[in-house]
């Protein structure tokens, strides 16, 4: 079970990190990333990063979320800066092993007030 911690309440312009934990070992080769879903959304794609270090970001968070990841601890790590009200959602964490090996945690609820 992927274990979230880090959101919260926040004005529009503050900063928020998220991590997450991959109970466990974790295979070479894996990705893990973060998704949020805000009320009546569809859940949406975050950043991603791979185990060797690629990285993919949503066009809205491009120079403002940096996502990192610690291979020792199986720990994925989503530093939120300049947050607005719109990035207000539950974000999820997620670790995709390969096909039929893709893991959610609970979410973890950010809001950013204006």
């Known amino acids: 079970q992927l274990q979230a911690s880090g959101g919260g309440l926040v004005q529009s312009g503050g900063s928020l990190n998220l991590s997450c934990v991959a109970p466990g070992s974790t295979d070479v080769g894996n990705v893990m990333g973060w998704y949020r879903q805000a009320p009546g959304n569809q859940r949406e794609l975050v950043a991603t990063?791979?185990?060797?270090?690629?990285?993919k970001y949503a066009d809205f968070v491009k120079g403002r979320f940096t996502i990192s990841r610690d291979n020792m601890k199986n720990t994925v790590y989503l530093q939120m800066s300049n947050l607005k009200p719109e990035d207000t959602a539950v974000y999820y964490c997620?670790?995709?092993?390969?096909?039929?090996?893709?893991?959610w945690g609970k979410g973890t609820q950010v809001t950013v007030s204006s």
């Open positions: 990063m791979s185990s060797g270090g690629s990285t």
């Open positions: 997620n670790l995709w092993q390969g096909p039929g090996m893709d893991y």
